[in-house]
């Protein structure tokens, strides 16, 4: 147990040293960064925030995490959001109670998913090529499902999980804590993530040594599916509305960026959700910092530009073999997981 | 005799003016971009009602958004004879060809919301609105409303490098030009979108002492201000009262807010940019009086007392 322990803190040590980096530059220009205060029922602070608008993409991580470990991609994450904001407001508007509204839109996100493995696993489309049917077609669908406007909505339910608080954290924060906690729970605590793993590592040796492949596949974007479809409640919720051209726009990329600023590699194999979430709180965390510092908006995109490549570049093998030549002896037992 | 003669050409004009039997025969082609934003589904809605009121028998053709479509429609409507063509063009480049063919058969094309790069003899004018005014406008309702009060002003961008979010800073900053109470303490980019506009809003109030070092938010359109007011009232705020919003567009949803004294005003991007266009037409084929190259929409200024409600109910079917 200690030794897992262990292999989690050195797993995660990147992330984290990433993170605090970041957060101290941040401080850095904006002062008051740390500062607390408990307002409207909740905490209120800058670090809360971090957390609270990084919960769409930290959503979409878990999912995204579990699909690229088997050495898939979903790119169809962020159109899926917005059809699964659309059907949520659309039921809300229709005065269907709270929890009707929400099955449908989990169940959308769902289906979209299944449809997702259905073309990878059965079909055996590549899965970037299957899942950009989606991406491309997914919004038209949100706005048929919108009819073109941004459909809003009173229901005071719904509006609580983009904007109520729970135990004095928002929502969101909550949702995707609890989410990630339980998914990796999941397939850490049984053999699930491992099959996965398997699948990503050598998919043909995996299904000829029976595990059943397509199975794992589909459940993996069904996963994937409803973070989708959580995300995009929480997305619609927040500005009481579903805006099918915007909600969840270019989210799929943000969200294989915080798998690979976790450190999950693309081609598949070993995942941490951990990590990915780390890495979701990071990117959310220069956004945040830019909007902070008060730059001109013209540079928003190339500091964040450097701050990743910096950190990829700081995670990539070769400057870990070099900086492992260096400090040799703290690399016994560098359990990668 | 002179006398009869004109009595008689007065009658004939009048007679061309009040029969719609006149407009009846008359045809035009219009190619749309597509359903890219509610504004332009409300666009859409205004130029089939203005058509039907004056009696012209419209041709829609809908782009969706590649210009090879428009170009296809605008040849269609060239074979079919079409008394006129309205098209708003999705870019601004590559026109030529197709303008010159229908410049060889006699067909006015009027260009609708957006303008081109070709040389303004092939097509007969554009009707616009002026970006940089609507700024000024917004910009000049604050002036006035602070009345030589200190007041420190937060603006929320549209998408970086597009020309309404250039055009619309610009018009603004001109308005406060030598304005030395008001200025403008932070600006930042929402992407016209609600999300953006509260996620930039959340930390401008974090960033200005919780909201209270900031007397007034300009965003450049009126969903960014929508998401804003949401994060205003988030922090424990007034929106309206403590911090004054101001934005440009007036689609539906901001009546709703200045109704319940959350935004305080809003200059309108008209829909309707067909009946000036259909003006400057029938303008034309009454006595041949060609229109100017542009002619400027009106950039109208709505504020709480223009009864909002009212407003908000006659935009609420025009599809934004």
Known sequence: MIRTVQQLALRLLPQVIALAIVLAMIAAVFPGF?????????????IIDILNRGAPVALLAIGMTVVIATKGIDLSVGAVMAICGAVAAASATHGNPLVVTLALALATGIVCGIWNGFLVAVLDIQPIIATLVLMVAGRGIAQLVTEGAILTFNDEGLIFIGGGAFGG?????VIWIVFGIAITALVRRTALGM????????????????????????????????CAAIAGVIAAADIRGADANNAGLWLELDAILAVVVGGTSLLGGRFSIAASLLGA????AINTGILLSGFPPEFN???????????????????????SFFARPARQNGGER | MKFVNALASATVLAACFLSPVNAADLTVGF?????????????????????????IDLKFADAQQKQENQIKALRSFIAQGVDAILVAPVVATGWDEVLQEAKDAEIPVILLDRTVDSKDDLYMTAVTSDLVHEGNVAGKWLVDTVAGKPCNVVELQGTTGSSPAIDRKKGFEEALAGKDNLKIIRSQTGDFTRTKGK????????????????CALYAHNDDMAVGAIQAIKEAGLKPGTDILVVSIDAVPDIFQAMAAGEANATVELTPNMAGPAFDALEAFRKDGTLPKKWIQTESKLYTQADDPKKVYEEKKGLGY
């Open chain 1, 301 to 323: 995109l190339i500091i964040k530009a450097v701050i990743i490549v910096v950190i990829l570049v700081v995670q990539s093998p070769k400057i870990r073999t070099i900086s």
């Open chain 2, 199 to 214: 996620e930039v809003m959340e930390s401008f109030l974090k960033a200005e002492d919780g909201g209270k070092n900031i």
């Open chain 1, 281 to 284: 709180m990071i990117i959310q």
């Open chain 1, 34 to 46: 740390f500062s607390f205060s408990f307002q409207n029922g909740r905490l209120y602070g800058s």
């Open chain 2, 31 to 55: 190619s749309q971009i597509g359903s890219e934003s509610g504004w332009r589904a409300a666009e859409t809605t205004l130029t089939k009602q203005q058509a039907e009121k004056r009696g």
């Open chain 1, 169 to 173: 954290l928002p929502m969101p924060v």
């Open chain 1, 195 to 226: 099959l996965i793993e398997a699948i990503g590592i050598n998919r043909r040796a995996s299904t000829l040594s029976g595990i059943q492949t397509p199975v794992l596949l589909i459940a993996a974007y069904t996963l994937s599916g409803l």
